[in-house]
């Protein structure tokens, strides 16, 4: 496992606000950080920067964030979507309004076949009464 005070300064600070948001560093960005810090440390640093440019704006809070990021990640069947779920709690998300994501996600993912479906249909049935 890498340290923040193995790595060069910035990559240290993007390092530590991992474990600041979820309490410790997940699998993947801990992996990430391990290797690519080592062969490719300016792509991480951009990868990073990335990141945090979306992750910490004047937009939406660390919750809110969180908790969209919980959304999107579980309707894609991300398993990322449990470190968001903590880092929303951590944030202060409710147990409601994780389960109220969920729901949306649930719905999100049921509607989109019927919506389609039903668009497909249509021209079908419209094309067909063409002749």
């Known amino acids: 496992m890498i340290t923040a005070d193995q790595l ?36 991480l ?3 990073e920067q ?11 809070d660390v919750k809110t964030t969180q908790i969209i990021l919980y959304g999107m990640l579980l309707h894609a069947g991300n398993p990322a979507a449990k470190f968001h779920a903590l880092a929303a ?9 994780l389960q109220k994501v969920a729901e949306l996600a649930a719905a999100a993912a049921a509607s989109s076949p019927m919506n389609n479906g039903g668009f ?6 419209s094309d067909e009464a063409k002749g």
Do not use: N
């Open 8 to 43: 060069p300064p910035d990559l240290a600070a993007f390092h530590d606000s991992y474990v600041k948001l979820f309490g410790s560093m997940p699998p993947l960005p801990e992996a990430k950080f391990e290797l690519i810090a080592e062969i490719e440390p300016e792509s």
């Open 45 to 47: 640093r951009l990868a």
């Open 50 to 60: 990335q990141r945090a440019h979306a992750f910490y704006s004047d937009v939406f």
């Open 89 to 97: 709690r951590r944030a202060g998300a409710s147990w409601l309004e």
């Open 120 to 125: 497909i249909l249509k021209e079908l049935h």
